[in-house]
């Protein structure tokens, strides 16, 4: 058996390769890696969580400094040039140690990298472009299976006059040494939520473009309202909502976005710069998914990342279009592993299963968003009358303490106690997740919970809202 590996720095692709390599010699025969990555890394290490969690947290200390009604003087300017430096330093290290691992695992027997774009003929052939996307195929590789571990990228939304503007997407942002004195955004989900306060923290004076009354589409309507509020209020952004772009077209300063709201009001924003900030969509552009007959598109992957039209295929990672998140990439990586051995042996294959757990460094970081397992909606749809608490973080002492008394919080619990979901916005509300995480995936009962969270300590937050859940299932 051979196996190939497109996209093998990725969280996704090195996952598949560690359940594959010890196998090799065994089921497998040989196990080819490819990656054309410069310097290579994945989207998450170069591009992604990793650069972004980096730049907010300058955007937190200044933030923080500046709001904190207990210190004295000007709020220090950010130095972007010191941001990125930093930024880069980390992140090539990073990166270097995903490479490495890569090589380790090619010095083993049957077991190759190799540097190069791939391109499928077929669904068992892979064409390897050594000098780059439109020389000729140096190698061509026959394989019993492939994973296509390539990522995303940008979602460019298809608006009259995009194609005529320049715009920054989130990878400009994190490499900019240098940013406008103002801008419009367009994309206000995982990261533009991120994003924005960057940027406005920077001194870009932000206008913002939401689609519905509130960001934060899954999540109950109190914690985007709060988000709009701290937004506007904390960061100085405007957000126009229940807005829709119809338009946009270059001037001599900039761009000019013209709006319509949901009254059909027109509204034209003006301003040095567009940020993209759309989404992604599944990075397959010159793979020739179409020479294996993948048809890309929703419910293109099965939940056992096998492709539906080609069952050799595996799609783990952000490329499936399911959950673009680094640790899902990795679960994901690690049962398309697993699917291709039992699909060898002719085994059935399992489904990817996972609790919902989503954390967004909203706020620059001090306010993240969090959620693990159901929310209220959820949870009514599928249990008998749940009971669901909620605290505003104002209401907790500690938070006062550290002066992060925005957000709240919201525990979802089962009338036989069992704790099934939890969202957070607020301080350290991203520290939580993993605690809550073990909690809702061992089916605990909100009675068995210690009731201590040793003062002063912010989940504190979380001891409140299982004591009131306790209170109402006795």
Known sequence: MHVVIIGAYGSAGVAVADGLVDHVGGEIDRLTLVDDGEPGGGLCILRGCMPSKE?????????QARADHRLDGGAHEMDLESIVDTK???????????????HDLAEREGVEFVHATARLDGADRVELYED??????TRTLDADYVAVSTGSTLNVPDLPGIEDVEYMDSADVLDATELPDSG??????YVGLEMVPYLAEAGVDLTVIEHDERPLDDAPPAFGDELLEMYREEFGVEILTTTDEKALEPTDDGVRLTCETDSGAERVIDAEELFLFTGRRPNVDGLGLETAGVDV???????????ADAETLFFPGDVNDKEPLLHIAKEQGQLAAEN???HGRDEELEAFEFTPHHVMFTGAGVYPYTRVG??????????DDPIVTRRQASDDGVFKTKDASRGLAELVVARDGTVVGYQGLHYHADAMAKTMQVIVEMGLDAREIPDRAFHPTTPEIIDGLLRDAVDRLD
């Open 340 to 342: 291709i051995l039992a």
């Open 297 to 307: 598109g929703p419910g293109f992957v099965e939940d056992t990342m096998q492709a």
């Open 374 to 383: 159901h929310t209220a909606e959820t949870a009514r749809e599928e249990l």
């Open 184 to 189: 419009v955004v367009m994309g206000f989900g």
């Open 88 to 102: 880069d330093d980390h992140v090539l290290g990073f990166a270097e140690h995903r490479r490495g691992h890569v």
């Open 132 to 137: 780059g996307p439109g020389s000729d195929p």
């Open 55 to 63: 730049v907010l947290s300058a955007a937190a200390h200044r933030y």
